[in-house]
């Protein structure tokens, strides 16, 4: 029976493909495509390419284009009043939002980097703090930056080992305000599917943190674009 079903569900999918004239491809062979597109987009950055070499208005940015415009569409909806963001690296994921909250006329960034990096981009929605993300006076003064009906968005992108990110998730998880989102940044590395010697990192950190708290959903309609570096790790604050 379940065999009838599987078969009947992929003859279903085959003539959708056809009626809309897109290329029919099985769901097997969709994953493997995608899996592969994905390691080689990742690996290509050792080369100076593709998330290596990308800018927003000049800054580099060390994100996947897809998963920048899933941010644009996050923060259009949203219109959230907060965006801490940890890991500041060059600067350009910062800018590229503050440029969405300038478009939409709402919003500052906060964003955390233990390194003080010279030559940030300038912008007043962003507000730069230096050290790391997970010390009590980091911590302190970002909640000082909140004020008490503001809507605050938080996304993880500072180291990437599973105990700092599990500590960084139960550290700002309370931060997010409900119906916002929590991204946690680079759950493909450990073969997720990419770098799969990278050892236990943000999808085990998740993974981890989603079974002592009940208050985020993974919102995989964020994944639409086949493609990101953050599998299951656009989570949205439901309680
Ligand atoms: C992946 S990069 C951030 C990329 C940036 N968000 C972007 O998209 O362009 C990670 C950054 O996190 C910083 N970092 C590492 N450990 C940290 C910590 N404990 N607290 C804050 N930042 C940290 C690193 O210095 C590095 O610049």
Redesign the pocket.
Known sequence: MVGVIHSLKKEIARFRDVIYSRIYISPEAEKDIVKKFHRLYFDSHRFGKTWGDTFWLGA????CPLDMWVYQEIIHELRPDVIV??????????LFMATICDLIGNGKIV?????K?PNLPKHKRIKYLV?????KE?LNQVKDMIKKRDKVMV?L????NRD?VFNELQLYNNLVTKGSYLIV??TQLNGHPVYPKYGPGPMEALNDFLKVNNDFMIDKSKEKFYMTFNPRGYLKKVR
């Open positions: 580099v940015t060390k994100k963001e940890c890991g500041t690296a060059l600067g350009g994921s910062a964003t955390i980097d233990t390194k990096t050290g790391s993300s997970t010390s980091v996304i992108d500072s180291a990437h700092h940044e680079d």
